[in-house]
């Protein structure tokens, strides 16, 4: 397969770097543009020179990680994704690691002994998250200053609010990138993203303050916290029809983008907080009568996998709070609604880089007619008509934007009428009638029956067959999927392991922990995660011939 190249932005600011190889070096490119595939090139381009020998990637949530992961590997570079601060060194056979913001500050001075063993390259992805939590700067000034480089990264420059180590900053308290930004107006002219348009809703808002009723439009000029209140009364889900009036809007033109030919199109809707997502999720589904859509948040179990699931599947819609606003790759939303009272530039720009990803067009936004939010949009707009200006020779009137209507938009918010069975596993599936079998024989033998034990003990009965008693004797070694990503292979065979030692301890009344300490005698470590995969691969070996 022939390797991605570097786009002209890249390549341009690749030299730059390579040029000065600073110990710092902050690039400040819109959403989009390809800083996870600049940013692992460059790192690899160090790594030839020797300059350094490991990466480290820091990053907001869990699910960013599995994203540099396999753009690692794309460019031949394993970056472990599954890292814990338990596990203590970071694994023998990979190029580097990727650990969270929290993880970072949970146990600086253990990455600062990690970092500072061999020559390092860390990666602080979104770098402005430094500031979102006091202490968090300090932490990683412990955690990283012994890093050959440090590379920070952004979607758009902020202006200085905490603490961050290592960044410039102008006067005015501006974030100074080290190469100019690549902004959303360069983006366009290069054809790396499309076109945004940001349908308004605006309208008649009331509500109550300290027992007094107050009444505004979105057209009014208010003080920040009579605006925050008239933005929060029209997101409120029991005073106002702006999720339901915008998400029939939203749904046709996302329909219309996929009949255009986009047809694995999706679209994501941001909340204020959880239970605003699944109030939004449940409102489509019950009243509206259309597929409940995935509540993604990172406070809930599984939002990796439905994240992964969402990516590669044709579902239209999913519903989320921060966890997709920032670093996510997902080129398929093409429509966003915006439901959430964060006004702040920096997080609308990164909430509009979530579907303006790749030259299709179009991208649309909706949005309250909030003046804050209008400025931001009006920015963005303005650098759509001066990328314009850049490719030919006069700038041709706008397109209408597709799906803007009226909307008639009209502390307790008061009101806001905003107008325009069993288990599936490996390749075979357990019934429940098996599985309730197999919880009864692991209750009788004083085990608990959660899902992998019944799974694995179901299928041992179902090979001994009705007629033979006693206990099952003949398990099944657990299928090992084939995938890309080291650490994915590895998380594979230690679940397999896992499911192995279970079954055999069932049988034999033998202590889960000795077994798996006899095993990690056998490949000579001290803990299952000390194993690299060769190491793992002997392990699962080993418990499979005792079946035999």
Not at 165 to 194: E, F, H, I, K
Not at 215 to 228: I, K, N, Q, S, V
Request: glycine share 6%.
């Amino acid at each position: 397969m022939t390797e991605r190249r570097l786009l002209r932005w890249q390549q341009v600011t690749q030299n730059d770097y390579l040029s000065k190889l600073q110990r710092d070096y902050l690039l400040v490119a819109v959403p989009g543009a390809g800083k996870t595939f600049w940013t692992l090139h460059t790192a690899r381009e160090l790594i030839r020179a020797g300059r350094v020998s490991k990466i480290l990637v820091v990053v907001p949530t869990r699910h960013v990680k599995d994203q540099w992961a396999r753009t690692a590997h794309e460019l031949g570079l394993d970056i472990e994704h599954d890292y814990r601060n338990r596990d203590g060194a970071w694994p023998r056979d990979a190029d580097g690691v990727a650990m969270t913001y929290q993880q970072m500050y949970e146990q600086c001075s253990l990455h600062g002994k990690n970092v500072s063993w061999r020559p390092t390259l860390v990666i602080l992805d979104e770098v402005h998250h430094l500031e979102d939590k006091t202490g968090w700067g300090q932490a990683a000034q412990e955690a990283f200053d012994m890093a050959a480089y440090r590379i920070h990264l952004s979607g758009t420059p902020w202006n200085r609010n905490g603490y961050i180590p290592w960044v410039r900053y102008s006067p005015d308290g501006r974030a100074q990138a080290d190469y100019p930004p690549y902004g959303y107006q360069d983006s366009l002219t290069d054809g790396v993203n499309c076109d945004v348009f940001f349908p308004k809703l605006g309208g008649r808002v009331e509500w109550e303050f300290d027992g007094e009723r107050f009444t505004h439009t979105f057209d009014e000029d208010l003080p920040e916290a009579d605006r925050a209140r008239r933005l929060n009364t029209a997101l409120d889900m029991s005073a106002s029809d702006y999720i339901e009036r915008t998400f029939r809007n939203a749904d046709d033109e996302l329909t219309s983008i996929r009949a255009s030919g986009q047809d694995r199109a999706g679209g994501m809707i941001i909340a204020k907080d959880i239970d605003h997502a699944d109030a939004i999720a449940d409102l489509i589904h019950d009243r509206l009568h259309k597929s409940r859509p995935v509540v993604i948040t990172s406070e809930k179990r599984g939002a990796a996998d439905d994240l992964k699931a969402f990516r590669n599947n044709t579902d239209r819609w999913l519903v989320s709070v921060r966890m997709v606003s920032e670093g996510v790759d997902l080129p398929r939303l093409r429509v966003l609604i915006y439901a959430t009272n964060i006004t702040t530039s920096l997080f609308f720009r990164q909430a509009v880089g979530r579907v303006i990803r790749g030259p299709e067009p179009p991208a649309v936004v909706f949005m309250p007619a909030d003046p804050v939010l209008l400025k931001w949009a009006s920015e963005i707009r303005k650098e759509r008509v001066e990328a314009l200006r850049k490719v030919q020779e006069s700038v041709e009137e706008e397109p209408p934007v597709p799906g803007a209507g009226s909307l008639i938009s009209p502390f307790r918010p008061v009101k806001a009428e905003m107008a325009d069975a069993g288990v599936v596993h490996d390749d075979s599936a357990v019934s429940e009638g098996e599985l309730d079998q197999a919880r009864a024989h692991i209750r009788a033998e004083g085990g608990h029956p959660d899902i992998p034990t019944a799974t694995m003990v179901a299928k041992i009965l179902r090979r001994q067959g009705p007629d033979q008693p006693g206990s099952p004797q003949v398990p099944v070694a657990p299928e090992l999927p084939v995938v890309p990503l080291k650490s994915e292979r590895k998380e594979a065979l230690r679940k397999a392991q896992a499911k192995l030692v279970t079954a055999w301890c069932h049988l034999h009344g033998q202590d889960y922990a000795i077994v798996n300490a006899r095993l990690n005698e056998s490949v000579g470590v001290r803990r299952i995660r000390d194993c690299d995969e060769d190491q793992l691969r002997q392990r699962y070996e080993t418990a499979k011939k005792w079946f035999v």
